[in-house]
């Protein structure tokens, strides 16, 4: 067997032409062998079809590149759950882009990796730029606003805490004030960094009540982190966040946004509105890999101004020696907590260059009509009940005739069976089937179809 080609260098591009061109082909096929959203008959029939396509996971001789790439790839293709199919539309899980896939393929033969510059020279540079264009969308009327890329809402999260912690080292430690809708990152995060645990406070109505955080502030003689949400998991809805940051400002606490799904209104001056207050935060996640179109992982953490990651700031001789970043080589280790580190930053700013803002405010405008006409759609049709009217792109809602467990049932039928994936939320203490919407390509007969699928099989009880 001959050894195996290496992606990069003079050649790199030429070994993998015809390696790409059959990967590609065996999408298509996959997709074509799926037929639909999600791959029929249920962990055990995709279980059994990993089996066959796989035989053994390391054979002692190897097969090949081709039958390899060729059996694996149309593997997964006809057993993925596919966000570009009109039918799923359960999570914040979102149909990428060609453009930002293509991009992602640069990244890997390159493969620069961002803890150093000596591995990444022009990575570096790049990733500093788009992150301090996209901090600049977040703060727009401040001189130096920054942001680090990061595998997504979860680890923005955590920097966030830790930026929290260590801003108040030496003094008592932080609380965290959440709402009971924050994403499970947040505990999770003050766990990890030994924090006191949350204090989580009930959000009856879906979003945090800005009294309500003054009655939890009140009772805190010390420093607070208060989290709020744009765009929460389960309804999509936008905490109040002027007056959360009025609020937390009063009580001298502090406010980090978790807009993970909802950051990205902020490309939209239509539905950018949505997310004014946003500028009072100490610190802001979100997510391209949601409302960005972009393949995982593309996640950001914003801050006001660059000194505020000065907590990250990390030396290592190898990475970054103190003389080497004396004579002038640039020092990229305190950008995360991470050391090696793919440069997520390309597909990204391939994505904007290629679109600009008007572009990703025309996709993240599409998104948010399609799911005011799928609420409508929803209000109008006599077997189904809308839990309310969409802030983002999530609508909630349920067949009138069914109790929780059927609403269950049903969203399993649908997956086992191949036909459609929606999520499942549970809100005002009943469950209901949650379609997040994040394909832009939407059709109206793709949204009543969807709707169909949902009353399927259900009868009065
Ligand atoms: C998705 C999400 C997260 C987690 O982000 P990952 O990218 O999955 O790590 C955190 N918070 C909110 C509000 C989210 O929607």
Redesign the pocket.
Known sequence: MPMPALAGGRQGAEELRPLVQLVLDALTEGARRRGGPVPRGGPAAVAAGVDEALGEAMPRDGRGERESLHTLVRMLAEGAADPAEPFCAAH?HCPPLAVAAAADLAASALNPSLDSWDQAPAAGELEIRVTRALAALVFPDLPAPDALV????????QLALLLARERAAGGPRVQVVCGAS?????LRAAWLLGLPHPMVVDTPTGVLDPAAVAGALDELPVRALVVA?????DTGAIDPLRQIAAVTSHYGAELHV?????GPLLFSRRESGKLDGLQSAVSV?L?L??LGWQP??A?LLAVPDSAALRPLEHQADYLNAGDDTDAGLPDLLGRSLRTSRRPDVLKVAVTLRALGREGMAALVDAVCDRARDLAAKVEQHPDLVLYGQPTISTVLFRPRAADDEAVAELRRRLLYGGRAVFGRARADGRLWLKATLLNPYLRPEDLDALLQLATEGITAR
């Open positions: 914040l990061t595998t997504g809402g979860t680890e923005s999260n924050a994403h499970h990152s947040v949400t744009a765009g929460t998991t978790d807009a993970a799904y909802g996640s997510d890999h949601k995982v992982a996640g």
